[in-house]
């Protein structure tokens, strides 16, 4: 039933009949699920879309609790990737499907399922180094004390993308924790040098610059850490954590009535939304967003063109 709702354009009925299946057929359901759509000739996306079906209802499902459900729905989905796979499967569709993987494991890690979450993660960047996977898994096994093992994640994606800003901090604070204290400084030295930086990537210059000069602080530099930070300080003016770290500095370096002038004019220093800190302690975006929205505008596409074939070919029509 659900086949040929699909197939008929109605996403959101077979959509309801997978949930529905799902709940009351359960493994059984899903095994049923995988053996049909596997059947179909290798022609039919329908494999990508069921899979694509499964992580949505996956994650609906997981965001009212409903473990059992998005457990059937998550292992029911990663079969069919793994089945889509078989054979010669072009780059494109390879993303996409290490796309729905990374969906289905950011909403594992929503869920406070960290064990899922980690297996799925790993699974997408066997099928793909996709960024957003790669940045994901990273701060999850830096979350957990594992350094080493984001370094190794990190790598790779630096690998494929070794200007990619995100991943260069995070390999730098992960050096830097691993005790290569001399490789960490170069790369959050010229992070924090970049001239031309995108907007939304300035937070990354700026932690680069808090790490490399509490560095210079903990050292017994003081000085050394007011000379580095004065640049980002004419750079960024109005940010208050930069001002603070100056303070810091300062008051190291007992200059009380700079210190103090300093804390005066923070009165008047805008707080932003969320502090550069900030963005970096939380999870890196999924990208599933853009993920589905493509699937999606494919989908409507292939039914709308299904709907129309069907129309030509009925009776009296």
């Known amino acids: 039933g659900g086949l040929a709702l699909l197939d008929a354009g109605d996403l959101e009925g077979a959509r309801e009949a997978l949930v529905s299946g799902l709940r009351e057929g359960g493994e059984a359901f899903g ?3 995988v053996l049909r759509v596997g059947s179909l000739p290798a022609d039919r996306e329908d494999q990508r879309t069921w899979a694509f079906l499964l992580v949505e209802t996956a994650r609906e499902v997981l965001q009212r609790r409903d473990y059992a459900t998005g457990g059937q729905a998550s292992e029911v989905a990663a079969a069919l990737v793994r089945d889509r796979l078989r054979g010669e499967t072009p780059p494109d569709v390879r993303r996409d499907l290490a796309g729905l993987l990374t969906g289905l494991g950011t909403a594992w890690l929503e869920a406070g399922s960290t064990t899922e979450a980690e297996a799925l993660l790993r699974r997408s960047l066997a099928v793909e180094v996709l960024p957003s996977s790669a940045l994901l898994l990273a701060a999850f096994e830096e979350k957990h004390g594992r350094y080493l093992e984001a370094l190794e994640v990190l790598d790779a994606l630096l690998e494929r993308e070794p200007g990619n800003r995100p991943a260069r901090l995070r390999s730098a604070v992960n050096l830097h924790r691993t005790g290569r204290s001399g490789k960490a400084r170069k790369v959050f030295r010229s992070l ?9 990537e300035e937070w990354v210059a700026v932690v680069a610059v808090e790490e490399l ?15 580095l930070l004065d640049p980002a300080r004419r750079r960024w003016p109005d940010n208050s954590r930069l001002l603070l770290l100056e303070v810091s500095l300062r008051q190291a370096l007992e200059d009380s009535l700079g210190a103090r002038k300093l804390l005066a004019s923070r009165s008047r220093t805008p707080e932003s939304e969320l502090s550069e800190r900030h ?29 129309s074939a069907s129309a030509v070919e009925a009776p009296g029509s």
Request: no cysteine.
């Open 279 to 307: 963005l970096y302690a939380r999870w890196p975006e999924s990208g599933w967003g853009q993920v589905r929205e493509r699937l999606l505008a494919e989908l409507r596409v292939t039914q709308t063109r299904s709907v």
């Open 192 to 200: 924090a040098e970049e001239a031309r930086i995108p907007v939304e």
């Open 213 to 227: 000069v509490r560095m210079e602080k903990k050292a017994g530099r003081p000085q050394r850490g007011l000379e």
């Open 31 to 33: 095994s049923a699920l």
